[in-house]
C-alpha cells in the first residue's frame, strides 16, 4: 500500500498500470461458452523438486512423488527394509517480486501462496498415498473489486513394485475443486474427478531410472450458481466449464556414485556418500477447447489459453557434497507457450532457472529410532517470476 508522501511514485505506479491495461486488451465475453483452463508451467513441489528444475517422474519416492508419478508410493529408499514404512512431507511456495505468474503477459500485482502434503504408508512391495496441492491466488481488478481464486487438487494412489522391485507401478484418481470469487460474491465452485497411472523401471543393482505418467482431464460441468445469473454475476459473464488438461510425462535419471542406486542397503540408516544425481524430463499437455484464461476472466476479457498441445522440458542435478551433510541442487526448465496476445500471437514461453540446497543441521535419537532434522531452500528464477 503506498504511503502518504510519495505522490510521484504512486503517479508513476498508476501510469504504469493504465499503460499495461492499455497495452493488454483482449475482447469482452458475450457468452459463456468458454472454458476456464487451469493449468500451471512452472516447477511445483518439494523443495527437492523445485530446485532440481522440477524433474521428478524418474527421481519419485514416497510422499513428495506422489505429486508426479502415482507410482511412487511404493518406490522406497534404499535404506528401507522392514515389510512396514511410511512417509509424509508438508511444503510451501510463496511466488514473490513477480509480476506475471502465469507468463500470460498480463502484468498483475498477485499474492499467490501454494501448500502441498501428502501421507503415504507403505506394507512389503505395496504402497498407498494420498497428497493434496493448494492453490490460492488474489488481485485488485481494473474496476478496483478484489478476485480470488483457489483450488484444491486432492490425488489417492496405490501402487506395487514387481519383478523384485525393478518395476513399479500404480493407479490413482484425482479430485479437482475450484473456487473463484469477485469481492464477496462468489463466482463459480466447480469439481470433477478423473484417473491417472504411473510406472518407473529401475534395473537391479544399476544406477539408472526411467518414469512415465499419464493423467486424463479433469472436467467440470457444473453451471449452475445458486445466487446469482451466470449471465450477470457481480458483472461477470460465468465460463460454463473449467478443465485440468491431460498431461503426459516421461522422465530419465542417473546417479554416479560409489554404491548402485537400485541396491537395498541392509544395514545403514542412511546412504551417505559421494553422489551426482542428474535427471531429465519431457512433459506433454493437452489442448483445451476454447479454453481461456483465469487472471484474464478476472479482467472481464477473453483471453485464449491452451488452444493446442503445450511442451515443456525439464532438467536437474542434485551433487552430494558432503556426505550426510550438505547436498546442492541445480536445475532449468523451459515453461512452455500457452497463452495468445490481444493479435492472437502466442506468447513465447520463458526459461527458468533453479537452485536449491538440503543442509543436515542435527542428528538425534528418539524412542531407539535415529533422526535428522535439516534445512532445505529453493529457488525457481524466470522473467517477471521469482518462487522460492
Known sequence: MAK??????????????????????????????????????SAIGSARIVGMGGTAVATAEGSAGVLTNPASPAVRPATSNDDWDWDWHLDSLVPSFDTDYDNNGIKTEDESLSVTGGLVVQYRDWGLGFSVLSQSSSNDTSSGERFTATGLLAKLTLARSLWRDQLVVGIGVRDLRLTIMGGEQELL???????????????????????????????????????????????????????????????????????????????????????????????????????????????????????????????????????????????SYYEAKRFKDPQGEKIPGRMHLTGGFQWNLWSFSLWGDKHRLSLSFALDRARDFVNS
Open 189 to 331: 465452485s466447480l469439481g470433477g474427478v478423473s484417473a491417472e497411472s504411473g510406472v518407473m523401471w529401475k534395473p537391479q543393482a544399476k544406477s539408472i531410472r526411467v518414469g512415465g505418467s499419464l493423467s486424463l482431464p479433469v472436467i467440470s460441468d457444473d453451471t449452475e450458481l445458486q445466487e446469482c445469473d451466470p449471465l450477470d454475476c457481480a458483472g461477470y459473464i460465468v465460463p460454463n466449464k473449467a478443465k485440468v488438461p491431460w498431461q503426459a510425462t516421461v522422465g530419465f535419471a542417473h546417479r554416479h556414485a560409489p554404491s548402485a542406486w537400485n541396491t537395498r542397503l541392509k544395514d545403514a540408516q542412511w546412504r551417505d556418500e559421494k553422489a551426482l544425481l542428474w535427471a531429465i524430463d519431457a512433459v506433454l499437455t493437452g489442448p483445451t477447447q476454447r479454453g481461456i484464461g483465469i487472471e484474464a476472466f478476472a479482467q472481464h476479457m477473453v483471453q485464449p489459453s491452451g488452444r493446442t498441445l503445450s511442451l515443456s522440458v525439464r532438467a536437474g542435478a542434485e551433487y552430494e557434497l558432503l556426505p550426510g551433510d550438505l547436498r546442492l541442487r541445480l536445475g
Open 4 to 41: 502518504a508522501g510519495r505522490p510521484v511514485a504512486l503517479g508513476v505506479a498508476l501510469l504504469v498500470q493504465v499503460q499495461v491495461a492499455q497495452a493488454q486488451e483482449f475482447p469482452a465475453p458475450t457468452d459463456r461458452n468458454h472454458t476456464l483452463d487451469v493449468f500451471l508451467g
